[in-house]
Structures are given as C-alpha cells and as structure tokens.
C-alpha cells in the first residue's frame, strides 16, 4: 500500500437514495469549494444521448433502474478522475453504489496514495422520495431543474427553452425498482465502510438550505 499522499485531493462520497439530493447537494458543494463533482448517473446520461457504445449498454439498464456493470462504471469513474488531476476534492455522487464498487474504487485510490475522506448519507422518508422524483423536471437544453411543488415554467428561466421534462426513470414502476436495488445493494456499501471512516448520517427531508447547512457542519472547508 502506498503512504498517504499529504497534497491528495479529497474524495467525499454522497450516498443515500434515490431522490435524497446527491445531486442537488453535491453541486452546492462544488460550486462552494471548486471541487469537481463527478456524478455517474449524469456521465451516463450523457453517454445515452451521445449514443457512445457506454451509451447504448446502458440505455436499457437504466430505463429499467437497474445498476450498469460494477467494472464499467468503476473504470469510467477512475479514468474520468485520471483525465482530470489535481483538483482540490471530488464529489461522489451516485458511486459506489455496490461493494464491488467501493472495493474497486479502494484499491485505485490505494494504489494513487489517496483515500475516502468522508462518507456523507442523506436520509430521506421514502414516500418524500418518491414524490421529489416524480415531481422532478428538467430544460431539455440547459438541464436547470425544475419542481412540480414548487412551479415549472412555460419555458427556461436560464435558457428559453420550451421543453422541460422529466428523466425517463422518474416513473413509478422504475422508482419502486430503483428503490429495491438500493436497498438490496447499495445499502450493503455502508457496512463496507463503517470500518474504515466514520460515517455521517444527516437527516435530508429538510429543506436545500438546511441539508446544505447540516452537511458544512459535518465537512468544514
Ligand atoms: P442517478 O442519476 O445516480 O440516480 P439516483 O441515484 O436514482 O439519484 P437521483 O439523481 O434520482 O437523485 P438524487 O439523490 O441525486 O436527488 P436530486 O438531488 O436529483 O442514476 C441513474 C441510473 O444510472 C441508475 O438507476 C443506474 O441505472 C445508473 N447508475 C448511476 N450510477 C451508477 C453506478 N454507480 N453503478 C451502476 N449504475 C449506475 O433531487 C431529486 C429532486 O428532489 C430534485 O427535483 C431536487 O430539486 C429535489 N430536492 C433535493 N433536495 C431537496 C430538499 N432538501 N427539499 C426539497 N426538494 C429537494
């Protein structure tokens, strides 16, 4: 094992359900920091779009909310890390969401002399998650999201666009889906690394600002 590096960055992992607001929450923290926030679901979406071959192995996987190959992801997150080195910190969301994965990001990091800084779960009541993802929109061509809660407009505040959907996944069948693989193989995650750092649990069915708020007391700058 290498020594640890002291100028490593520093890796923090969002974990929590879907709709808990990894998202939402790691782009604050990286827009606040000037970390990178490296988030599996969008470079996948971004791979669909593209049509890459990444792209159109994962369509049908993800349409169904099941989890793409624990080797695919984990090579697409390490080489995406390695294209872009020496950043202050890295944001995990969305990875790893099985032990597969957290076993194969450990053994990159150790290999680079970096490591898992902190562990950071978002919980969230599962009807409030259910009702975030079906409630979720988003413009077509600037991604800004929206809320059926809280008001879509006729079209982008950002960009003018017309079209704001919602993510092909956020339907019912493929929440409950989504929600179960999370449960039966993302939650293990947490028992892998309950041994190796302290794991912090905030509870997220506040509001943005609070859960923001909750995480900067867990993690100061
Ligand atoms: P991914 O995109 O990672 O989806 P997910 O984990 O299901 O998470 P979401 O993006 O739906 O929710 P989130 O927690 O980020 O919440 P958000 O901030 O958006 O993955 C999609 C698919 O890709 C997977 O199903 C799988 O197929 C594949 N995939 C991805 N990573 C993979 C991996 N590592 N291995 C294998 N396959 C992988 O918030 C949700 C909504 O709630 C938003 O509208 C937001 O505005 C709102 N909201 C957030 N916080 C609050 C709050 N505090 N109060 C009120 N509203 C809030």
Redesign the pocket.
């Known amino acids: 094992m290498t020594a640890a590096n002291t100028s490593a960055p520093q890796f923090v992992i969002l974990f929590?359900a879907?709709?808990?607001?990894?998202?939402?929450?790691a782009t604050l923290l990286a827009e606040q920091r000037g970390w990178v926030q490296l988030?599996?679901?969008?470079m996948?979406r971004k791979a669909v779009a593209e049509q890459t071959p990444l792209g159109k192995q994962?369509e049908s996987?993800?349409a169904a909310?099941?989890?793409?190959p624990d080797d695919i992801?984990t090579n697409v997150v390490t080489a995406h890390i390695e294209t872009n080195p020496l950043q202050l910190g890295y944001l995990l969301?969305?990875?790893?969401?099985?032990v597969e994965?957290a076993q194969g990001l450990q053994e990159w990091l150790e290999k680079k002399g970096y490591k898992v800084n902190a562990l950071i779960v978002l919980d969230v009541d599962e009807q409030k998650l259910i009702d975030?993802?079906l409630?979720?929109r988003a413009c077509a061509n600037c991604g800004k999201?929206y809320?059926t809660s809280t008001g879509v407009p006729k079209a982008c505040t950002q960009c003018g666009e017309e079209q704001i959907t919602a993510r092909k996944?956020d339907n019912i069948t493929t929440i409950q889906e989504?929600l179960q693989i999370y449960h039966k193989q993302t939650t293990p995650v947490l028992d892998y690394y309950a041994s190796r750092l302290a794991v912090a649990h905030i509870p997220?069915d506040?509001?943005?600002e609070e859960?923001k708020d909750a995480i900067a007391a867990v993690l100061p700058l």
């Open positions: 929590g879907p709709g808990a607001g990894k998202g939402t929450q988030s599996t679901g969008d996948l994962a996987i993800m909310g099941q989890l793409v992801i969301d969305g990875f790893p969401r099985t994965q975030r993802l409630g979720r999201g809320h996944d989504r997220a506040t509001t943005i859960v």
